[in-house]
């Protein structure tokens, strides 16, 4: 079985700051990883995914990912926040697996960005 | 193009009432997904559906959740009767393949709030 850990559940910061929001995962196969954001009262929309390849991923909106297999890691940064960012942030894993697309989600970290 | 369409956006109710939740995806997707996104956690998959036909709903309260997608397009999700602890967000999602690599796309959802 596999799980998502996003070991904060909140990050506070300054605008134009950099930032990381932190995942970890276990899988006894390999996964897809994914990041999504949430804004308030809206869905969920793609940042970025890892499926093979470059382990430095990047994504919409300026955010970056950079996939870990030892540390079992996909760590989303970005170097310079903006209000704009505040949101609800979810890292996700899934299954190469055909016909199955189940996504599996941490908990989320809540990015709040001060002026 | 259209992204997901869900309705309604919000729906009160008391416990053993019944509900439901309608979702239209993304035109040509040919998977469908419900989750359940209970405050302060992640979503976690209830359904998915590929054409008509149910995939995944391992973790489907089927005691009391139902679902549907007839003709392959738009979907039901019912629930009935409802318990306090049914009280989340309803995310429907569509994904135009389903291997575990395609990017799932998000409506806003349906806010449920059992009283």
């Known amino acids: 079985a596999q799980s998502v850990t996003q070991l904060d559940s909140q990050v506070p910061v300054f605008e134009e700051a950099p930032v990381e929001l932190r995942c970890n995962y276990s899988?006894?196969?390999?996964?897809?990883l994914f990041w999504y954001v949430q804004y308030p009262n809206q869905g969920l929309q793609l940042l970025l995914k890892y499926l093979s390849g470059s382990t430095l991923v990047k994504g919409i909106n300026g955010f970056e990912a950079e996939f870990n297999k030892s540390q079992t890691s996909f760590h989303l940064r970005k170097p310079s926040v903006h209000i704009s960012d505040t949101a609800e942030y979810f890292c996700a894993v899934s299954v190469p697996r055909s016909g199955y697309n189940k996504l599996i989600f941490g908990a989320g970290t809540r990015l709040a960005v001060h002026p | 193009e259209a992204g997901v369409a869900q309705s309604p956006r919000y729906k009160i109710i008391e416990k053993r009432q019944s509900v439901a939740f309608w979702c239209n995806p993304i035109s040509g997707h040919a998977t469908l997904y419900w989750y359940q996104q209970i405050l302060g956690q992640g979503p976690k998959l209830l359904i998915q559906?590929?054409?008509?036909?149910?995939?995944?709903d391992s973790q489907l309260p089927k005691d009391r959740f139902s679902a549907e997608r007839l003709k392959g397009v738009d979907s039901t999700l019912k629930i009935q009767p409802a318990k306090l602890e049914d009280s989340a967000v309803y995310l429907c999602?569509?994904?135009?393949?389903?291997?575990?690599?395609?990017?799932?796309?998000f409506g806003p959802g349906t806010r449920l709030l059992v009283l």
């Open positions: 999602a569509s994904s135009s393949g389903q291997g575990g690599q395609e990017t799932q796309y």
């Open positions: 559906f590929q054409n008509n036909g149910v995939v995944d």
């Open positions: 899988s006894s196969v390999s996964v897809y």
